[in-house]
């Protein structure tokens, strides 16, 4: 048995497979944390998933301070999270509370409740000897207390009470600026925060006795199924022995201008206008790696499914085929369906799961849309070389707001991150519209330095041989050399 998967063996699943990969496989045992958040957080959902992950031979046990137990079990059922083998103690407060008021005229309530409590919490551990207790809210016992030193004393022996029996606690608070938390925080072995910002929610580690843990504020969900959680994507550093073989086009011409095709685990920019052929032009490489037997994943964020298809069938590009064989996948990615963290995961399993060789994001505006403001550039280092230390070919589409005139590669900044740069330009050549292609950057190997005119037809891509006797290219509008001899 390896170190990780020993250490992983000591750990308590949270229950939420996002969060155990952020705390490298769960909870120590025996210890107590704390779930920080505001009304409506998620901080009972998370409690349920921690609970309902406990083996059948356990008997975990919820104490609820607030609300009450059949509230509890509806919501749980209306998240599908299974809580029959799970043990409630109600401590919240009765109807008849309200309505049959009780008052004590010599001892305050704390002084006369604090007691019936304590003994319930200790007859219920004793009586079901639980390795998992989800307390909520710890704050309530602020009331019991009649002042913070008492407050303190009784939640430290509490938690001393627990770690002798071996029993591992979550727990929550409910702070205000009325009443901070701060001692909670000091006496947790560990905290985690559940907060939203505009319309996403974050979940985040700050701290985690005896163990390391991903830091950073990691994207969360609430949802029909409970609590999801998508850990920020880091530069992984322990990558596969990296292969620079090239990958061909499958079209000699632009193989010969690439010397050989683009390079395997690098990052390719594919830059042009609307409508030049970008998409088309990964697609083409994509159509070669299916030759190999290799599979490859579109992430369109604009065009939708259909269209692509469509524009394939135009230009003698077999998709469906492709999917048919399982070399190709096509997904269809709404801008705002997913937070950048979510979308790493997503292209993260599929690496993992159907070892997928290709990726292409097309395109990076529709890409920067999904981070809903958050660092584009971060975002996008951290996928890219995640995909290259796992040997996969990253193609990016990069549309470019000018037609002809003025070349830009990129408006985000993001171009030192391609390895290879290829750019396809609209040409006006005595009037009418041509295309060409051509090389601006390629980290690994040299290149051609000619530009070369680009058709995309109906039997494919085409590739002339280079436009040696043109100038001006880059500016739209250029002039045969032969033309401005004459002219002079």
Not at 172 to 190: H, N
Not at 345 to 366: F, K, N, P, W
Not at 448 to 476: A, C, Y
């Amino acid at each position: 048995m390896s170190t990780a998967q020993s250490l992983s063996d000591q750990r308590l699943s949270t229950g939420i497979p996002g969060l155990d990969e952020i705390l490298f496989g769960g909870f120590l045992p025996g210890r107590a944390y704390l779930v920080r958040g505001g009304p409506g957080s998620g901080k009972t959902t998370l409690g349920m998933h921690f609970l309902s992950a406990a083996a059948a031979e356990e008997a975990p046990l919820f104490i609820t301070l607030t609300e009450p137990v059949a509230q509890l079990q509806k919501n749980a059922e209306r998240m599908g999270i299974d809580v029959r083998h799970i043990r409630f103690l109600d401590l919240s407060p009765s109807p008849q509370f309200f309505t049959e008021v009780e008052t004590y005229d010599i001892f305050s309530p704390a002084e006369v409740e604090r007691a019936p409590t304590a003994r319930k919490i200790t007859e219920m551990v004793e009586r079901l000897n639980p390795q998992r207790v989800f307390l909520d809210a710890m704050t309530q016992f602020r009331y019991l207390a009649s002042d913070a030193y008492q407050f303190r004393q009784q939640v430290l022996s509490f938690l001393h009470f627990l770690k002798e029996r071996g029993i591992t606690l979550l727990f929550t608070s409910e702070a205000s600026p009325e009443t901070p938390d701060e001692d909670l925080q000091f006496m947790a072995d560990g905290i985690i925060h559940l907060r939203m910002a505009s319309d996403t929610r974050f979940l985040e580690v700050t701290k985690f006795r005896g163990s390391a843990f991903a830091g950073g504020a990691h994207t969360c969900k609430l949802g029909a199924t409970g609590m999801q959680v998508f850990p920020r994507l880091l530069p992984d550093m322990k990558y596969e022995q990296l292969s620079t073989e090239h990958i061909s086009s499958g079209v000699p011409e632009l193989d010969a201008l690439l010397h050989g095709g683009i390079e395997r685990s690098t990052i390719t920019m594919l830059c042009g206008p609307s409508g030049v052929g970008k998409t088309t032009l990964g697609l083409q490489f994509m159509k070669e790696a299916a030759g190999r037997g290799e599979r490859s994943v579109v992430y369109s964020f604009e065009e939708e499914v259909d269209i692509i298809l469509g524009r394939c069938e135009a230009v003698a590009i077999p998709a469906r085929s492709m999917i048919a064989a399982g070399t190709l996948q096509i997904l269809k990615i709404e801008p705002l369906q997913y937070t950048a963290d979510e979308f790493a995961r997503l292209v993260r399993r599929d690496v993992q799961d159907h070892g997928t060789r290709l990726v292409m994001i097309d395109s990076i505006a529709g890409y920067n849309l999904a981070l809903r403001g958050e660092n584009l550039e971060a975002q996008l280092y951290a996928l890219s070389k995640y995909l290259q230390h796992h040997n996969v070919t990253l193609l990016l589409v990069v549309e470019s707001a000018e037609i002809t005139g003025n070349f830009r590669v990129t408006d985000g900044h993001i171009s030192y991150l391609g390895d290879t740069i290829i750019f396809i330009r609209y040409l006006e050549i005595h009037g009418e519209m041509r295309k060409a292609i051509g090389v601006l950057k390629k980290r690994l190997s040299d290149f051609e330095r000619t530009l070369r005119e680009i058709e995309i037809t109906s039997q494919g891509i085409k590739v002339g041989g280079p436009l040696s006797n043109l100038r001006g290219i880059l500016s739209g509008t250029p002039e045969w050399i032969s033309e401005r001899r004459d002219n002079g």
